[in-house]
């Protein structure tokens, strides 16, 4: 039991962080500790790919983990379907919080943030075709599916 808070308090502190980034890519208004000792952050925002791509990957991030939390709680009860899913899931979490933070200090597209997000749209394809297998019994599945669709497609279009 204490794993598992130990991991929402780490998932929960993640998913800030994220939220913290996306909202800098977004250009939303925010405090500057850092005015007039250096240059500002890259504002995102005025690449709206860069934009959708962010925020495509904080909520596949979050639903990935829901859908990793799900698949571990099942697996505990000895039920080992969802092995690769949890798998999946688990990477494909990991590529999107690195999309998202790399996506969140860029400016613009650059040859290497395309490429990342290529390598993500991916992970995602790869995590929702498993996810499609569960998700008319599981909801974090067929949440995690469609949070992947929409991750896959935003970074196809930042790739492009």
């Not at 502190?13 to 405090?31: E, I, K």
């Not at 829901?66 to 969802?82: K, Y």
Request: aromatic letters at 2%; hydrophobic letters at 50%; charged letters at 20%.
């Amino acid at each position: 039991m204490e794993s598992v808070d130990r991991r929402s308090v780490l998932t929960g502190a993640m998913a800030a962080a994220l939220a913290l980034a996306s909202s800098r890519a977004s250009g939303a208004p925010q405090h500057d500790s850092n005015a007039g000792h250096g240059p500002a952050a890259p504002a995102a925002a005025r690449d709206p790919k860069i934009a959708a791509a962010a925020d495509a990957a904080l909520a596949c991030f979050a639903a990935a983990e829901r859908c990793v939390a799900h698949c571990v709680d099942l697996l505990g009860r000895g039920d080992a379907a969802l092995a690769r899913c949890l798998v999946r899931s688990l990477d494909t979490a990991d590529a999107c919080a690195v999309l998202a933070r790399l996506a969140s200090r860029a400016a613009s597209g650059s040859a290497e943030l395309r490429a990342f997000a290529s390598a993500c749209a991916g992970y995602c394809r790869a995590c929702a075709e498993e996810c499609r297998e569960h998700a008319k019994h599981h909801a974090a599945c067929a949440e995690c599916l469609d949070a992947c669709e929409k991750c896959a497609a935003a970074c196809d279009a930042l790739a492009a």
